[in-house]
């Protein structure tokens, strides 16, 4: 949960004008509230543009208003529904221990080029990677639930020498070369995409990739033909999945190698906004002049005749030419219908994670630590039955405690106060959240829902079968928008396409 990776080690040239072709359409003003459902909204008017709307107002949210507005212009209907009071999905802060603080996509990751995208449209800026209280001091710990089997520095020359001197050349330039090699396939997406191309199914995106069989096998198989030593895979990168994904090695390759991108393995570097990761996307829909309705809950989309039929939890109902879903159906509680059926689409499961967070001291007799050495600032944990939590690490500072605030990641059920103190020495404040479906549960071989489910209705979400970030998120977004504009063509007129 704590970094929105894409897996490329460098990107095409950021987008930079509102007229270039990965830009949007310039930002218009707020879109009028769309009308009351009525016989006249059953058909797009001729020559008009398609009457759209997102549900869901995350990184897929966002960046299928961006592409939509991209392609249909400054004047388009696009709204954007979203059950919570304010957007940013998987990205969220929350108050605690007098200062704000991520408990969902913690850092950025550099190459992503829609995420890019998103903060050029805002203006907003990156900051410094992840939360760097001790600059190059900062220590990562990689702990098998006894003992920390490595201790580095966070830089990556550091942290590359100690997977050196632990695990021996092989296995460390083994997986840098694959997880590289996985990187320069998937960055071809964005080329892809920027010369028109879409796809209809996650299956045939990967296809066009040449990544398919990642997804079939998990990240333990995939590195072990690599020439990975088990204990490497087993007390280090299944340490950095944990930490991401809460999933061990047996996720699939995909998604696995995509959290080793995101830890470095494919270059590029990590940052995040000073203002929160969250409050990128509400800026980015303001922008893009949508009919923003926050805390508006979807009961019921219903497809059939030609038009989508959309109705909240407060009863309302209208109609749009498309609907573009971008929230995982498994966690929305939307009663779903094509031609009165249910939908084409298999429910997955989701991982349930616990977010508890602590103002305080970490214990180093807990960690097998001299008591005059540093304390890690993160510690990945191996995917062992003796570790109750996934990962701990450095999230802030708290200004009314004058302490570190640490973020735990567990499974199923939150960390207990008891828990809690026998890993801490000192404990000023506790803290929890619950993220009910945090990803899917990434096994190999799952075949993700399509792209498009019936006509007029699309499903962005799919794709996370595959694998999950916030810029992967966007990637499928942009592709879904893709398949809108492919079945309602713009009109001619001032949409940037």
């Keep these: 949960m704590t970094v929105s990776s894409p897996v490329s080690s460098a990107s095409p040239t950021s987008p930079t004008s509102p007229t270039s072709p990965t830009s949007p359409a310039s930002p218009a003003s707020p879109t009028s509230p769309a009308r009351p459902a009525g016989p006249a909204d059953s058909v797009p008017h001729l020559g008009a543009p398609p009457r759209c709307a997102v549900v869901g107002s995350g990184a897929a949210g966002?960046?299928?208003?961006?592409r939509l507005r991209q392609v249909y212009g400054p004047t388009a209907s696009i709204t954007v529904y979203e059950r919570e009071p304010v957007a940013g999905g998987r990205a969220h802060q929350i108050d605690f221990a007098g200062t704000t603080v991520e408990v969902g996509a913690t850092v950025l990751h550099s190459t992503g080029l829609w995420i890019k995208a998103l903060l050029e449209l805002t203006g907003l800026?990156?900051?410094?990677?992840?939360?760097?209280?001790?600059?190059?001091?900062?220590?990562?710990?990689?702990?098998n639930g006894q003992r920390l089997t490595l201790t580095t520095k966070a830089a990556m020359a550091s942290l590359g020498l100690g997977v050196l001197r632990s695990?021996?050349?092989?296995?460390?330039?083994?997986?840098?070369?694959?997880?590289r090699k996985l990187a320069r396939a998937w960055h071809r997406i964005y080329r892809l995409q920027l010369d028109?191309?879409?796809f209809d199914s996650t299956g045939q995106l990967l296809d066009r990739l040449?990544?398919?069989?990642?997804?079939?096998?998990?990240?333990?198989?995939?590195?072990?033909?690599?020439?990975a030593r088990d204990d490497f895979v087993a007390e280090v990168l299944a340490g950095i999945t944990r930490n991401m994904y809460t999933q061990g090695s047996g996720l699939n390759a995909l998604a696995g190698e995509v959290g080793l991108a995101g830890a470095g393995l494919a270059?590029?570097?990590?940052?995040?906004?000073?203002?929160?990761n969250q409050t990128l996307f509400a800026k980015a829909l303001a922008k893009l002049g949508v009919d923003l309705r926050l805390g508006t809950a979807v009961d019921r989309v219903e497809a059939g005749s030609g038009a989508v039929r959309l109705t909240t939890a407060g009863g309302a109902e209208e109609v749009f030419d498309a609907v573009v879903l971008a929230t995982p159906l498994e966690l929305s509680d939307i009663a779903l219908t094509v031609d009165g059926r249910p939908a084409p689409y298999a429910a997955r499961d989701y991982q349930s994670v616990h977010v508890t967070l602590v103002a305080g001291q970490p214990s180093r007799d807990y960690f097998g630590l001299p008591p005059e050495s540093g304390l890690p600032s993160m510690v990945f944990v191996a995917d062992t039955p003796e570790a109750r939590f996934c990962s701990l690490g450095v999230t802030g500072f708290s200004p009314l405690h004058q302490c570190r605030i640490y973020k735990f990641f567990t499974v199923d059920q939150p960390l207990d106060d008891q828990e809690v103190r026998r890993v801490f020495d000192q404990v000023a404040e506790i803290g929890r959240f619950h993220w009910r479906g945090a990803y899917p549960v990434l096994r190999p071989a799952v075949e993700p829902p399509p792209f498009k489910l019936a006509q007029g209705l699309y499903y962005v979400n799919g794709f996370e079968s595959a694998a999950s970030t916030l810029e992967l998120d966007a990637v499928a977004a942009y592709n879904t928008a893709g398949l809108v504009a492919r079945d309602f063509p713009a009109p001619a007129g001032p949409a940037v396409s």
């Design 267 to 276: 270059g590029g570097s990590l940052y995040a906004l000073a203002e929160g």
């Design 196 to 198: 028109g191309e879409v």
């Design 167 to 179: 695990y021996g050349i092989k296995s460390a330039l083994r997986v840098t070369l694959a997880t």
């Design 125 to 143: 800026e990156p900051g410094r990677g992840g939360v760097q209280l001790d600059g190059d001091d900062e220590i990562f710990g990689f702990w």
């Design 210 to 227: 040449g990544l398919r069989h990642y997804q079939e096998r998990s990240l333990a198989q995939a590195l072990r033909e690599e020439g």
């Design 62 to 66: 966002t960046m299928a208003a961006y």
